[in-house]
């Protein structure tokens, strides 16, 4: 594994603590400020909302820049708002941490997902993009009970203080490992497709989005994550009332949940080197069937730890695939990588908010889990079009753009 590779993995590993950790903490700050537990919840919705921004903005305002320089500049940026949010003497201040510390999130992943890829040989790009991401998945194992152990001991500020010095650790090790001109220039991997991936400037970046393949890969993802986080987000529910698991199950239930995203993470990326469009259907229909038969079966407390696992697994097994797979019919480039940062976060609110609505109207713990199951359904039928689109020798002549 390239130094570069731990680098960024690690980066992504402090990252996915940030968003995690609040989770374990949120009684511990509000107590703290003074707030309701509602105001403290924005620490959450508030970095969700400043990841979507940020992936955007900020791919889009360093479109000329070296790309190692902006990776750079992002995890400084993650350092600064974790260090003000460990010495917020106010909530305004606690806030506007986890906000700057958001805003390099979807650009961190982004970017450094084309990074990645440059570090190794073409035929490994999945499996190097899935190596980065391992950092965050393996937070999300850790994030929660990390946050709410180190709280318990030393406070929550000793948390962020702890994050803070992993951004450091990742900062120079980007600095140090990665190389200075990594994904800069690559040839396109797209079959039929010659010329350098797309790294200049940000009319260069918008006119990747003239490929409908982009938009479908983009469509998936964000319904991909809609399934799962229609169900996720209201896991702990449809365990303690349907599974019949008590309060204090849940929190080793999400471990194996977030084991099942790790895995997934790995082997999707393998799978996705080897026939990716495949793997992703699979993965897509994999997630669909999990979820129907979670619903299905949510009162068998067996039943319900082994579909928890390969709802992870399933659910992010796709991933890697669906990020060098839009980075490739956007001909590198970054903005559409960070937009598939953006499209995964509003698959999330989507899912949750159809899931909620589900619930509000009286259909039940297992609604949810049929609601992830129909976007999920759906997203299979755009991957298989795109795939399908994809193989055509019309779209391997053509951009086929818009």
Known sequence: MPGGLVALALGGFGIGLTEFLIAGLLPQVASSFSVSEAAAGWLISGYALSVAIGAIALTA??????????LVGLVALFVVGNLLSALAPTYPVMLLGRIVAALCHGSFFGIGSLVARSLVAPEKKSRAVALMFAGLTVANVLGVPF????????GWRAAFWAVTAIGVLALAGIVALVPGRAGETRPSTVPGRAG???????????????SWQVWLTLMATALSYGGMFGAFSYIAYTFTEVGGFSPADVAWLLMVYGVGLVVGNLVGGRAADHDRDRALVLALLGLTVTLAAFGLLAGSPTASVILVFLMGLFGFAGVPGMITRVTDFAHGAALAASANVSASNIGNALGAWLGGLAITAGLGYTAPLYVGAGIALISVIVMAVAAHQARSPA?????HCL
């Open 147 to 154: 946050g709410a152990l180190v709280g318990e001991r030393w």
């Open 395 to 399: 779209e391997q002549r053509t951009d």
């Open 196 to 210: 350098p991936m797309a790294a200049g400037g940000l009319r260069a970046q918008f006119r990747a989005f003239r």
């Open 61 to 70: 305002a360093t479109a000329r820049l070296p790309r190692k320089a902006v």
